[in-house]
């Protein structure tokens, strides 16, 4: 088995998430501790009853889902030694849980990191108004020549921001190079347009506001060497050096998720069997879709966690 071990990020979230893990073991339910401690605020109430309104809000949205994935990997770590482990990859904030399952990112730096990383998101996207929506069933090349027609006619903002699945990609900017940029891909055949509720355009350069702010919060965190190569988002490669750690947490607020060459890349370097670590089972879906022939698992409560031990 050569495993590479996935994070989810922002859209996993929902109420109730992590409450079983930590009620079945105390190691989880220690890092949620240590989350409240560190914010100054109950995350582990708000992951676990809610409110919907306030989890979904991205500056407490992203240390959720962070403490959650993490929550469920220390659960993991204590039952089973990863020693088949080849990579770790997080989509967007997952990233970030990705080096710290790595042993490259310190638990309370990275939790410092997501929630000023989701503050300043947050805020840039009130300087800067603007949207995501999700495109099923189109070729990326229409949907990459759509968006050029459209800020080349508008002079707005308009890009692929995810490249998920061969068949699922996010298209974000401006509302209204948005809106023409889905009307076009209607009628270009896409099966599924997708407006999503998120608080920002966010992997666009409608997100520049937010990028000195992240540059000095990265400059006072220490990187290690990760125990494992990360795959980075931005250009879909390993990652092995803390200042190349550094420049891909900074670069990632403004470009684009490969999400579907990080996959391949990993499947082609001998990658048989994806753990998705995290609420839902997002990663493993798209995994799916983009890999035949590998073993997928999610593991987001004890019951899977047990099975997935077992099955060693």
């Given at each position: ?43 582990s ?18 240390p ?8 469920l ?54 300087q800067n ?34 490249y ?37 355009a ?111």
């Amino acid at each position: 088995m050569k495993v590479a071990v996935l994070f989810p990020g922002q859209g996993s979230q929902y109420v109730g998430m992590g409450k079983e893990i930590c009620e079945a073991y105390p190691e989880a339910a220690a890092i949620f501790n240590r989350a409240d401690e560190i914010l100054g605020f109950p995350l582990s109430k708000l992951c676990f009853e809610g409110p919907e309104g306030e989890l979904t809000d991205t500056v407490n949205t992203q240390p959720a889902v962070f403490t959650t994935s993490l929550a469920l990997w220390e659960a993991l770590q204590n039952r089973w030694s990863g020693d088949e482990v080849s990579f770790v990859a997080g989509h967007s904030l997952g990233e970030y849980t990705a080096l710290v399952a790595s042993g490259a990112l310190s638990f309370e730096d990275g939790l410092r990191l997501v929630r000023e990383r989701g503050r300043l998101m947050k805020e840039a996207g009130l300087q800067n108004p603007g949207g995501m929506v999700a495109v099923i069933g189109l070729d990326p090349k229409v949907l990459e020549e759509i968006c050029q027609l459209v800020a080349e006619r508008t002079g707005k903002c308009i890009r692929i921001a995810n490249y998920n699945s061969p068949q699922q990609f996010v298209i974000a900017g401006h509302k209204e190079a948005l809106e023409e940029a889905a009307t076009l891909a209607k009628e270009k055949g896409a099966r599924r347009v997708i407006p999503l509720a998120v608080a920002g355009a966010f992997h666009t350069e409608l997100m520049n506001s937010a990028r000195e702010g992240m540059r000095k919060a990265l400059s006072s965190v220490r990187f290690r060497p990760p125990k494992v190569p990360l795959i980075a988002n931005t250009t879909a490669k390993p990652v092995t050096e803390p200042e190349e750690i550094r420049d891909e947490l900074l670069r990632q607020l403004e470009s684009p998720v490969l999400w579907v060459d990080s996959v391949n890349l990993m499947a082609r370097e001998g990658v048989d069997t994806f753990i998705e670590v995290g609420p839902k089972k997002v990663l493993t879906g798209l995994v799916k879709r983009t890999c035949r022939g590998v073993k997928l698992v999610g593991i987001e409560n004890p019951r899977e966690l047990e099975e997935f031990v077992n099955s060693l």
